[in-house]
Structure formats: C-alpha cells, structure tokens
C-alpha cells in the first residue's frame, strides 16, 4: 500500500454562473387615459407602501436575473451531474452502467420473450449487449411523430416500457431512466434492433443521435437488441472496465434466473495470463441461488450439512421468491439480495423478511421441541454466520435512489417472510438432527452476546491488569469514550517518547513490538494465538467480527503513528489490513487513523520548522528559508529518535498535528480485491497488482 502523503481537499472550490449584468426591466403597457376629475384635495399622510429600490441600488440582485436561470433540457442534466443517476464517476459508476443494459435484457428474459444474453468486452473500451428478446420498438412514437421509438427511448429521460404491468408483470427498470443515462455517458452508442425480419440501426454520440434510424435490410434469423457503447473519458477520467468486474456481475445474473443462457467473451489482451477470467464462457443454472451460495461456500465448514434452498413461483412473477441458506462454521455471515435480478448491496425490506422468517422459524422449533434457553435468541445471532442469497420479484418496486441499492417496498417483508417460514418449518422438521446442530450453535451464539452484555464495561485500570503487560498500555485518565484516544506506535522506544508526549487526560499509548502478523494471509488459528493483536483487541474493548460492537469501543479515535519511512509504512499497511477484515465497521465509522510525523527537521538561526517528506522539505526551504546563514537539516531515523516535545508538537497536540482518516472507496469489491492481491499469499497476484499499478506510484522510497 502507499502511504499516504497530504489529505486531499474533500470538496472542489465551489463554482457558479458568471453574473451577468442586469437586464431593464420590461416597459408596462401604457394604460388608457381618462378624463381629469376635479378632486378635493386629500389631507397629506406618510406612504407606507414598498418601493422598489432604484436601478443599481442593490447590487446583488442585479447580478441574478432571470437571465441567469438555465434550463437543462434532453440528457444535459445526466452529463452536468452524472451522480444524481449513477451514484459518481468513479469506477464503480462506470460498470453500473453495464447493469442498466444488462438489467433491459434480463427483463426481457424475465418476461419470457429472450433465452440468451450476449456480453462482450473489446480492447478498444467497447462493451456490447445482444439479447434475443423482442427488440425495441422502431414505430414512430405517438407523442413525437418525427421520432422513432428507439430514439425517444435512448434520448429521453423517463422514457420506457415499464411504468405500468401491461409490458413487463416485473422488471428492474422503473423510471426509464437508465439506457438514456447510458446513453448520455458515452462517447459512442450504437443500437442495433431486429424485429420483424428487419435490421434496423441508429448512432448516438454524449446523448445526441449521429445518425438517423436506418433500415439494414432483411435477417431471417435474428431478432432482439445489441448495444455497443464505450464510456466518455471526460466524464470518467482513467477509469476502465475491469474484466474480472464484469465477468462476476455476468455470472451472477445467470444465477438469478434459471432460464437464461449468458455467454462471455472478451478479448484475450485484456486478460492476465493464468488469470481467474476465460475469454469465453457460457453461463446457465438449473440450480439458481443454490448453485450460486454452493459457489460462494465451496470449502467452508458448515453447522447443517444441507443449503436450505427454494423457490416460490406466482402467476405473472409479482411475489416470486427465491433464496439459499447455509450457516458456515468458519466465517462471517454475508446476505447477498437482489430484486427483479437487480443486486441490493445495502439491503432492505426483502432482506428483513427473511430475517424474521428464519428467526420467528427457530423460535418456533425450539418450543416444539422444549429448549427454554431458546428464548434469548435474536435476529442478530441468527445471522452472525448465516450466508444467504435472496431474490425477489416484485411489480413496481421502490428503491431508494436511481442506483437501486436498497429497496424500501413495505410488501416485501411479507412477501418474503411468508414464502420463506412456511418452508424453512418444513425443513427443520424433516431433519431433526440437522435442526438441533444448527439450534445448538445459535443457542452458543446468543449466550455468548448475554455474557458479553453483562459483563462491566472493562476499567482504564482493569485493562492495564487484564493484558498482562504492566505498563505497556500507558492509559489516559478520562473515562468516557467521546474525545479519547489511543496511540498505536511501533516498539517501546518510540513508544516512550510517546508516554512523555501525550496528554494524560485524553491520550493513551500502546507500543507494538515490530511487525505484527498479516492476517490477510495468516490461518486463523494462527490469529488467535497472536499475542500482539490480542493485547490491541482487548485494549480497544470492541470485539472483532460479527462481536464487534461500537457501544464498547473505548477510544473515539484509533490512531497508527508509525515512522515516516517505508518500514514504517509496511507496519502501518499491516495495521489497516487488521482493521479492514477484522474490525470493518470501525474505519466505516470513522474511527481510525494516520498520524503524519515528520521525517525531516530544519533549522536556521532560531527558525526550526518540520518537513514530512522530500516534496515538503524542499517546498520549505524555497518559501521559508533564506541563505543569510547556515541551514541544518536532520533526517529522523524513527520516532523514538525525536524529543517528547518535538513529537508533541508536530505528532500527538491536536491543534497543530495532521491525521489522515481512513476510508474505504466506494468500490468494496475492488478494495477487497487490492488487499487480498497486494496482502495475500499469492505472489503472482502481487506482481500483476504492482505492474496495473505502477504508473500511479509516486515519491517511491527505494
């Protein structure tokens, strides 16, 4: 990993319309003349009415008229703020417009009217989509006689076939808003459309038509839709189709619905050699979700020995479920759902269905068969270990957000609960040896979370005693968690420095002596035996995995100070690691830390400033150095080499320190891919992330 250097502004400098000089207001029209009536004059009184102030005497409203005002019309508002549809212009926007095409073909094999789905990924950033469906309409629409259906479709927000049931009983689509986002992204689209033993086709470039829908002649056998399209640099910058990406999103829509066939292909310069991803490969399961988790699991140990699998199917597809659970003995539970085929990564309503469906089931079971000690169980035990794939078909689902990534349709809950309980009854009964192992271990579960709540919150002191390491975790005395802090520093010199720098009251300190275990490539028996990490997890109070609970955490901020070299680095990398896969939730809320010490210190007369890198030193001494006099630059070989004042004052004092927080990038899948390939045991996999990776690299210290 590379270190982090500077924090990076979070916000552009806010920019808006140039003013414009104010418009004259428009001359009212002339009211008619009457004739003069002799009036008695009106004794004189204030006027209290408003009056307008003259021209020029309020600049700021000058400067905003109605000339300022724009209207953005066709697809300018998709290019202008392309997050509102697509959640940014990172990578993982990037490949959710894969989705919004795929999502059509699906629908359409959803509706019964396509078999097969074709991708394929080219060399050249182009990304097409054929299916065998019916094909987009190529009529003149309705409502604009000059236009082909087609065109409004890919040109027009709101456009589409889904807004009622009459075309599609379910779909993923909703707003008719994602082909024309996809559309108004790209550098190049093109649509290709055989229907009725005609070809038809049509060119688009950044949402506008290139080429009016022309007739290709006559195909006898073929029908459907092909989009081509290739993403608009200027609006994702570097970002490119991940093939490895692609490949899994593929896959997993053929998982989804038994009665498709997906093919891949992709040109083989944009394969690794020995690489996970084929150039060619045909996807189909008869198995559905059983097949996919089966897949996900394939090598873990499992409480029950079977998936607990089904499907529940309705006339027109409104209220058709389909899951697969299993409870894995050696792992963190993961619930991947989708709805109309469209993956929920945060969740939702169908999700809290089967949560009650299998907890109200279990309860159920363990009062059938008399275990009282059943009734501690939550929802939260139930899932700690439980894998799960979900799939709802619902008509006219609501989701919150274009990108669809939690669905909020109140129905669901009761959809999924009722087909799931009654079934997940079934198979507890069928197997009663099965069902008493998986009781047994939520029963574990749920009594190891009582103990963890009655026991006291641990003491500054009682954790001092508890590590067994007297001294070593030099504590603060503030009791509360709000505005405390633990210093994680490497080995006991510096963390001596760092015991004479803090501020007792709300900074605590513990050393670590040399590289800690990488536990992205370490067993977990291996973990477990680890003494370094066992003093930092119990110092921290907060548990690891599905134990880990915020309420417990002793420290609002967990901050890594390692030296500012590469091996300081290296620990540091090891540290997040830790956190990453066994504490996630910590760095999404925001709790953990860099602290930046300074590598360099320099001095002239009685000017002494610090530098924390080459870039920075040399920045300091053009703007802040003259060359009146000798100028002493030292290097600092660690922190346990700096003063307790000067790590004080560059390092630990909240009011002039820096600290980088950590965060994970929008993209979790391409981040857990980074770790596991620059982290794991895989060499090959490191080599190949280094060699992508290398023309990013910056102020290497070799």
């Known amino acids: 990993m590379n270190k982090p ?408 809950t009761r959809i999924v609960e009722q087909a799931v309980r009654d079934e997940f009854d079934h198979w507890l009964t069928a197997s009663p040896q099965q069902a008493t192992k998986l009781l047994d271990w939520v029963i574990e579960r749920a009594e190891e979370r009582v103990r963890r709540r009655q026991e006291k919150e641990v003491g500054r002191k009682t954790a001092v005693r508890k590590l067994r390491l007297p001294g070593k975790l030099a504590d603060c005395s503030h009791t509360g968690t709000a505005g405390a802090e633990i210093f994680i520093v490497e080995g006991d010199s510096a963390g001596g420095s760092a015991k004479q720098a803090r501020d007792r009251k709300t900074q605590a300190v513990l050393p670590l002596r040399g590289k800690i275990l990488n536990v992205e490539s370490a067993a977990s028996g291996k973990l477990a035996a680890n003494q370094q990490l066992a003093d930092l997890i119990q110092a921290l109070g907060c548990g690891t995995g599905q134990q880990y609970s915020e309420d417990d955490l002793r420290y609002d901020k967990v901050i890594i100070m390692t030296d500012a070299d590469v091996d300081g680095a290296h620990i540091a990398s090891l540290l997040i690691t830790f956190f990453y896969r066994q504490m996630p939730r910590l760095i999404d809320q925001g709790h953990l830390y860099l602290a930046v010490p300074p590598l360099y210190r320099i001095s002239q007369g009685g000017k002494t400033l610090y530098a924390r890198d080459d870039a920075h030193k040399d920045e300091l001494l053009k703007t802040e150095f003259n060359n009146r006099g000798k100028i002493d630059i030292g290097r600092f070989k660690g922190l346990g080499e700096m003063l307790p004042a000067q790590l004080k004052e560059t390092t630990m004092d909240p009011k002039r320190r820096t600290l980088l927080r950590v965060e994970v990038e929008n993209d979790p899948e391409g981040t857990t891919d980074a770790v596991k390939r620059l982290m794991g045991n895989n060499p090959d996999a490191r080599f190949h992330f280094i060699q992508d990776n290398a023309e990013f690299a910056e102020d290497l210290d070799i």
């Open 5 to 412: 250097q500077e924090l990076p502004s979070l916000f552009d400098e806010a920019s808006g319309p140039t003013p414009k000089p104010a418009s004259k207001p428009a001359p009212k029209p002339a009211e008619a003349q009457k004739p003069a009536e002799a009036k008695t004059p009106a004794p004189a009184r204030a006027d209290t009415r408003a009056k307008a102030p003259p021209a020029g005497a309020n600049g700021a409203e000058d400067a905003y008229t109605a000339a300022d005002i724009e209207v953005l019309e066709g697809l300018e508002p998709v290019r202008r703020r392309p997050g509102m549809y697509i959640g940014g212009t990172d990578e993982k926007a990037l490949h959710h417009l894969f989705a919004e095409v795929i999502d059509n073909s699906m629908d359409e094999a959803v509706a019964g009217h396509a078999s097969w789905i074709d991708v394929h990924l080219e060399a050249g950033g182009f990304l097409s989509v054929t299916d065998n469906g019916r094909g987009m309409p190529v009529d003149p629409h309705p409502k604009f006689k000059n236009k082909s259906a087609l065109e409004v479709i890919m040109t027009t927000l709101h456009a589409g076939g889904k807004f009622d049931s009459k075309v599609y009983d379910t779909s993923g689509g909703l707003h008719g808003v994602g082909v024309s986002v996809v559309n108004a992204l790209s550098e190049v689209l093109e649509v290709e459309v055989a229907r009725g033993r005609q070809l038809y086709r049509q060119t688009f470039s950044r949402g506008h038509p290139t080429s009016a829908l022309e007739s290709l002649g006559e195909t006898m056998n073929r029908r459907g839709t092909r989009v081509r399209f290739k993403p608009d640099a200027t609006i994702f910058g570097k970002a490119q189709f991940r093939p490895a990406r692609l490949f899994k999103m593929t896959r997993s829509k053929a998982y989804l619905f038994r009665g498709v066939e997906i093919r891949w292909t992709c040109d083989p310069e944009l394969l690794d050699e020995g690489g996970e991803v084929p150039e060619k490969e045909t996807f189909h399961f008869p198995g559905g979700l059983q097949d996919f988790l089966a897949a996900e699991i394939k090598g873990e140990t499992t409480v029950a020995n079977d998936i607990f699998a089904g499907r529940v199917q309705k006339d027109g597809g409104h209220g058709g479920v389909e899951w697969a659970v299993a409870w894995c003995a050696g792992r963190d539970g993961f619930v991947s759902s989708y709805c109309n085929t469209v993956p929920t990564p945060d969740g939702g309503t169908h999700e809290s269905g089967l949560r009650a469906a299998l907890l109200k089931g279990l309860r159920a079971y363990a009062e059938l068969t008399g275990r009282k000690k059943a009734s501690v169980i939550t929802g939260d035990d139930i899932m700690a270990s439980c894998t799960a794939m979900l799939s709802v078909f619902i008509r006219e689902p609501e989701f919150q957000g274009q990108t669809k990534d939690k669905l909020a349709t109140s129905e669901a």
